[in-house]
């Protein structure tokens, strides 16, 4: 069953840098399309960007859109979001799982398998 560990996260001001990391142990990760996911306190966990399973199509959200960067290395099994000039409302708990579609114009964020730990973003003064 799939599990992701995801790594990277933590606090830092407005404009600041992270990059997350996404793993999945144990599974055929290049057949997969993968995305990342956020949850804000009190909010709903939402898609904020996907690569597909070769890494030839990428789609952002557009609230993240120019300031967030996916990349996928198969021979690692491993999925990077770069974020760059990050804003309080990117704060959140980000996590990353399997999603049926992702091109550069549309991404169906119906995620597959379990969700792990998450990373926990914190982005203020």
């Known amino acids: 069953q799939l599990q992701f560990v995801e790594s990277g996260g933590g606090s830092v001001q407005p404009g600041g840098s992270l990059r997350l990391s996404c793993s999945a142990p144990?599974?055929?990760?290049?057949?997969?399309?993968i995305a990342w996911f956020r949850q804000a306190p009190g909010k709903e966990r939402e898609g904020v960007s996907c690569?597909?399973?070769?890494?030839?199509?990428?789609n952002y959200a557009v609230s993240v859109k120019g300031r967030f960067f996916i990349s996928r290395e198969n021979a690692r099994d491993t999925v990077t979001l770069r974020m760059s000039n990050l804003k309080p409302e990117d704060t959140g708990v980000y996590y990353c799982?399997?999603?049926?579609?992702?091109?550069?114009?549309?991404?169906?964020?119906?995620?597959?398998?379990?969700w792990g730990q998450g990373t926990q973003v914190t982005v203020s003064p």
């Open positions: 799982a399997t999603i049926p579609l992702c091109t550069d114009y549309k991404a169906d964020y119906n995620a597959g398998g379990q």
């Open positions: 690569v597909s399973a070769y890494g030839a199509h990428q």
């Open positions: 144990g599974i055929n990760f290049a057949s997969y399309s």
